[in-house]
């Protein structure tokens, strides 16, 4: 279809076509800083543009790996499919929808050559605090942590999408109306960091509220704040269960090297006592009969998943969080810092007491992952 017409709208480049017209180019910043030094220089990072935090669609229905899903966005469904791009990272591909800009901040950068060492895209507060950092590396590791940095010769783009980190998991936790997602980062001043051939390059950007919605800037950086906190209690509840079942693992394995020694049912006997009160903590902090999604529908939901579906309840919208929300995080966070009480208490006293006996047989001691 021939282009006959070229305008330049609101910072984005329009073309029109016999009476219609289409993007073909959403952000303009990039030609506005574009200079011959800048084309000359090894590498360049662009200022990004202001990115306005909009809240997204959410998806149910289906597996968009396999086949249809669908997003429902302010009452329209629209289906969609996830595709790998030349990265393998997953692209969104709308079935009966167009498809909007990038959800998140935009990152534009220019590298003359292809470099040989890693690229990296680190996103900052304003203080330089690190919020994520990005690779081109492509090991799995670092695929786990977000998308991959792209490292071609000319232009390059990376999409941020906002969220700070998730919180530490539990191999193969099932969740029931929750998860560890990181939230998204308030409005505010923000920096991007890319770093290649040894060399960095820093640009400032700002993230905006939605104009549309009652919310202040200030109601945000408060639901910011709680959310952060929920993902940290989270993150140390999770980091007790993986630590518990290390240790729990580890008496299983003590007292099988002791079989046919003659410490073996003294040690035997004193590793089911600890285990027992192991046991009664992890039976607080996770439900661990779920294996399956739909087992949490015979199995009630322990204190995990309920801090994770509370993290959904306060970002379900941009709002500032309700009195209601801080009530039951409170109620929640001191019946998790119980548990993690008593959870100390077997490990100084109880596992304590079990690797001296541990030395008593000549087995190697218990050995704790370090906090």
Known sequence: ??????AIKNDELVAATHGRSFWILDDLTVLHQMTDAVRSA????????P?????????FRGD?????AFHSTGGFVAS????????????????????????????????KSRPEGEVKLAFLETNGTLIKEFTSQADDKAKKKGPKVAA?????????????????????AIFWSGGVTGPRAAPGAYQVRLTVSGQSYTQPFEIKRDPRIAATDADLKEQFQLLIEIRDRLSETHDAINNLRTVRGQLDEWVKRAEGRPM????????EGIKAKLNAVEEELIQFRSKAHEDPLNFPIKLNNKLASLSGVVAAADTKPTAQAREVYSELSSKIIDQLANLREVVNADVAGFSRLVQQAELPAVVLKAD
């Open 264 to 271: 073996a049912k003294q040690l035997a006997d004193a590793a």
């Open 152 to 172: 071609d010769a000319g232009m390059n783009r990376f999409v941020w999408d906002m969220r700070y980190p998730d919180a530490h998991e539990v191999p193969d």
């Open 42 to 49: 090894p590498a360049h990072l662009f200022t990004p543009k």
């Open 51 to 59: 990115t306005i935090r909009l809240t997204l669609g959410r998806g």
């Open 64 to 68: 968009p790996e396999n086949r249809r």
């Open 1 to 6: 279809m021939p282009i006959h017409d070229i």
């Open 80 to 111: 969609y499919k996830l595709v790998k791009d030349k990265h393998g990272d997953d692209r969104t591909v709308y079935l009966d929808a167009g498809e909007n800009t990038p959800a998140g901040v935009v990152v534009h950068y220019l590298l």
